[in-house]
Nanobody, 127 residues
Framework: QVQLVESGGGSVQAGGSLRLSCAVS????????LAWFRQAPGKQREGVAA????????TYADSVKGRFTISQDNTLNTLYLQMNSLKSEDTAMYYC????????????????????WGQGTQVTVSS
């Protein structure tokens, strides 16, 4: 059974940093992508960053480019999101996600591509 478990959220002042982790388990085969999404109250879920687990290439939303870094450990069992220079508009619940082994591709930062989601970790940035 696929499991994604996020951790590392919290409260921080604007300009600060946080590192989110996502423990990935239950896969019989590696998934092509892993991604971070976020959802603020009253807003749609937004793709923040994604990584191609084969090539290691990364993709970021324009709103976080240059501030956030997505990475995975060598075992491919943990996904990270290093968040620097945090802003109040980064406040949201953050989720990690992966597609099924066979999936329809709607875009690397499209929530429709992803079928498995963690429970989320809250990030609150105060100005």
């Amino acid at each position: 059974q696929v499991q994604l478990v996020e951790s590392g959220g919290g409260s921080v002042q604007a300009g600060g940093s946080l590192r989110l982790s996502c423990a990935v388990s239950g896969y019989s085969q590696r998934r092509d992508y892993l991604a971070w999404f976020r959802q603020a109250p009253g807003k749609q879920r937004e793709g923040v960053a994604a990584i191609n687990t084969v090539s290691g290439s990364t993709t970021y939303a324009d709103s976080v480019k240059g501030r956030f870094t997505i990475s995975q450990d060598n075992t491919l069992n943990t996904l990270y999101l290093q968040m620097n220079s945090l802003k109040s508009e980064d406040t949201a619940m953050y989720y990690c996600a992966s597609p099924d082994l066979y999936y329809t591709y709607y875009g690397i930062l499209s929530a429709r591509t992803y079928n498995h989601w963690g429970q989320g970790t809250q990030v609150t940035v105060s100005s």
